[in-house]
């Protein structure tokens, strides 16, 4: 690196500050920038929570009052008439009744019984007036015309508001104050008011509670006597219906000569022998079909064989059939199992075959047996139900007759029952009904009334006040980031070495001085010690970066005009003269400042003279604060010319023979390319930076530009340095300018 070129290494440098800011993200130069601004972000945190605290002050607190309710499900009443009306009883129930307490009507009867029309938070007409009326000012000045889209009818005072349009008014801002709050999991709820009048909130969430116990008991008993006056109609239509059919069952009772024999029944002496025959042939034919469907069922089979027969249903569910088929199907599994062991010849063989012929023999006698028994029960069936069959033939227009007289009486008695029975419910119902509909049953309970609160649910101050201040601070620290990312200027050595890749040869601190020569000779002036130091600093850097070859001829400029060069070039050079012959030569003849900075008179001669051969050197050469001096002189129309001819070659040749140092003030390298001439008879080249003033891409095209023109860049000076606030906020300006007064605290 040593052997490295500037030039190379300001590339190489710029090339590495890119790829680092891609990389990586560096936190402390955030934190050293807010730590920077510490008392200012707290100043304004703290103005801003003392204004939050008066505005907040300002407002009027609200208080909220809360009472509990239970909700039954369903009514606690004596008697219920659900069957009637179908009350409810299902999960939305609840839900129902907790929207009720949320109706507009409940409202409305709270307004009325707490007369809140009249109050001051609901009365729009004991509202205070604002503080600026708008539509007042825009329709007396008629700004009406500035306004687009408006008419002067638009700011004309509307009429007072009437007495239903105010109870209309206060009923909506009272329910906006309502919360109905539901307790999960219970039949409980919590009716709450926010209201500035924490009195007049406590009742009015007993009113409403109160209210609503009340609406479910006027509902209640608007009910019952709703049901009682509709019972009692239904009652009277219930009792002629009943009448109607009392006497409708007499009279057929008399045209047939009916009667009524002990309370068995109703029955003619006729019509009760016909019943009897008629119940016996109606089992006969019963009985007939059930026999002659199992001999249907046997004969359809009986060519083949008994064991077909032993299938027929009739036949497999006799007890002796299923014994006998279990004996057979022992005996052929005991035939079966033997036959694995044995052969056909075999004793037990043999008599194994025989017990199953056995018990196939009794299984076959026993069907046959029973089919004989079906055949013959079906014969004396068919005998039964033809004798029967014959006595009701012969009695048949009189069974018919008694049939008919059996429905037609039924049929009457059946509607009077049932008019009966109607009539005694509804009867039975109206006296309960009566009885109980003086009985206020409620559905709901005041659990805990509302009792007054002592302090108020918002605002909450110190939340309010603690969140501004919280607010307050990260748009400071955001506004105190933003302000540092826009401004893009040197403010540490440590960011010059890093971007710049030269070293810092000094810092100049701020002076404060009434004329521009108290600045451009501060040096002279020994009362500043750390402006002193500051430059000596600087001169050592110098003499000692040409130890071996000391640099004679030094140049001194900057990016841009006002960053003070001219101090740094003037107090450097003073400081020179004290231990080597110098020579001051200001190269700026554009704007030249150091006769009139010294008060040297009008039109003294300077270095376009000599340049131009108008005077010589010692009309030209100026002692000034043990150091000669050479100023601008007549300004001429071709500077660059002048400084580029071989003429200005030869004076610095006969000045650099002269002077032991020879220190150049150079224009701005952004402004002019004066510099680049300039820099070609330096040996040392010094770039001023004037702190958080200039921006970065300035210096860095500035610098880069004399790099391309090989211009012997050695060091930057930073001016106008505020050392209090750099060790203060840790710019890094050395640790010793305390030793001269600055200190952190």
Known sequence: MQNESPKAAFLQNQNNNTNNENDVIDLLPVFLVVWRKKWTIMTLVILTMILTALVVLSIEPTYRSTATMQIEQQEAQVVSIEQIYGVDSSSEYLQTQFELLKSRTLAERVVRELELTTHIEFDPRQAEPPLIDIKGLIANFNLHSLIPGTTPEDFVELPPPTEDEIFTSVVDSFIEKITIAP??????????????????????????????????????????MTATNWMNERLVELRDNLQVAENKLQEFKEQQGLIDVGGSGIVTVSANELSAINERLV?????????????????????????????????????????????????????????????????????????????????????????????RQYQIATANEASLQESVEENKAQIQDISKNEFKLRELQREVDSNRTIYDTFMDRLKETTATADLESAKARIVDPAIMPTKPIKPKKGLIVIIAGFLAGLFAVFLTLLLNALNNTFKSTDEIESKLNLPVLGLLPIVKANTRRMIVEHYIDKTDKPFMESVKTIRTGIMLSGIDNPHKVLVVTSSIPGEGKTTVSTNLAISLGEMENTLLIEADMRRPTMAKTFDLPVGTPGLANLIANTADYDDCIQSIGGIDLIVAGLVPPNPLELIASKKFAEVMEELINRYERIVI????????????????????????IKAESTSKPVVTKGIGQLLQNNAPVKGVVLNTVDIKKGLKYGYGYDGYYDYYGYSTK
């Open 183 to 224: 307790i999960k999991k219970s039949q409980l709820v919590k009716i709450s008011v926010d209201m500035h009048d924490s009195n007049m909130a406590t009742r009015a969430a007993n009113a409403i509670a109160q209210n609503f116990i009340n609406s479910q008991l006027d509902a209640a008993m608007e009910t019952s």
């Open 665 to 688: 003030d150079c224009p701005p390298v952004q402004a002019v390319s004066d510099a680049l001439v300039l820099s070609k008879y330096a040996e040392n080249l010094i770039y001023v």
């Open 283 to 375: 089992d006969a034919r019963t009985k007939t079909a059930e026999a002659k469907s199992q001999y249907k069922q046997v004969k359809s089979i009986k060519k083949w064989n008994w064991r077909k027969m032993s299938t027929v249903p009739a036949v497999l569910s006799h007890p002796l059939v299923q014994t006998f088929k279990a004996e057979e199907a022992k005996a052929q599994a005991k035939v079966k199992e033997l036959s694995k062991r044995y052969g056909k010849r075999h004793p037990t063989m043999q008599a194994a075959n025989s017990d199953l012929t056995a018990a196939q023999e009794s299984l076959k006698a026993q069907v046959l047996q029973i089919v004989a028994g079906i055949e």
